[in-house]
């Protein structure tokens, strides 16, 4: 018995693809890379401040984590505003009284581009973080907090290092 043309054309068909069972990788691969930007995005639920590796922060047992606000950075030589270089630290010694005019224009201009809408609108809610060595001068720390609280900001936090529980453990028993 003659087979017919399409009885021919699939015994082809199907003796071209036999044995050939193949993996497409080209859509499991599209998953998995939603899946990590999905995962990446969603993972942080805390705001990492910038790393400043010349900086050494003090040590902490406080349990609060960070929130998004305004950076300060106070470095060995600049006072660095949201990663802008503000004003020279030896100059900022060097002037009297408290306050820093390059700081505080700095602080204002972030007012409507850092903060979140409610802290734009209520004083008390604004938050600035500095961060600076452990060994900066007090003077100049309280340079840096007095021209916080004249631009308007309310809260101010020092960003320091967590101790570990070990070491908390250590000074309770010391006490």
């Known amino acids: 018995m003659a087979k017919s043309a399409r009885a021919k054309r699939m015994d082809k068909h199907h003796r071209r693809n036999k044995g050939s069972g193949a993996l497409n990788l080209v859509s499991l691969m599209d998953i998995f890379?939603?899946?990590?930007?999905?995962?990446?995005?969603?993972?942080?639920d805390?705001?990492?401040?910038?790393?400043?590796?010349?900086l050494q922060l003090p040590e902490s047992i406080a349990e609060e984590k960070a929130k998004e606000t305004?950076?300060?950075?106070?470095?060995?030589?600049?006072?660095?505003?949201?990663g802008n270089p503000v004003a020279k630290?030896?100059?900022?010694?060097?002037?009297?009284?408290?306050?820093?005019?390059?700081?505080?224009?700095?602080?204002?201009?972030?007012?409507?581009?850092?903060?979140?809408?409610?802290?734009?609108?209520?004083?008390?809610a604004?938050?600035?973080?500095?961060?600076?060595?452990?060994?900066?001068?007090y003077r100049l720390l309280k340079k840096v907090m007095a021209t916080c609280t004249q631009s308007d900001y309310g809260q101010i936090?020092?960003?320091?290092l967590q101790k570990?529980?070990?070491?908390?453990?250590?000074?309770?028993?010391?006490?």
């Not at 570990?164 to 006490?175: F, K, M, N």
């Open 33 to 44: 890379t939603i899946l990590v930007f999905f995962l990446l995005v969603n993972s942080s």
């Open 126 to 137: 604004r938050e600035v973080t500095i961060m600076g060595d452990k060994d900066i001068s």
């Open 89 to 124: 630290i030896a100059d900022i010694l060097e002037t009297q009284g408290n306050d820093i005019p390059e700081l505080r224009e700095a602080l204002m201009s972030q007012n409507d581009r850092v903060l979140r809408r409610e802290a734009q609108e209520n004083i008390a």
């Open 164 to 175: 570990s529980s070990d070491e908390l453990d250590d000074i309770q028993a010391s006490r």
């Open 157 to 160: 936090s020092l960003a320091v």
């Open 46 to 54: 805390v705001e990492t401040l910038p790393n400043a590796k010349d």
């Open 70 to 82: 305004v950076v300060i950075i106070i470095g060995k030589t600049d006072l660095i505003v949201q």
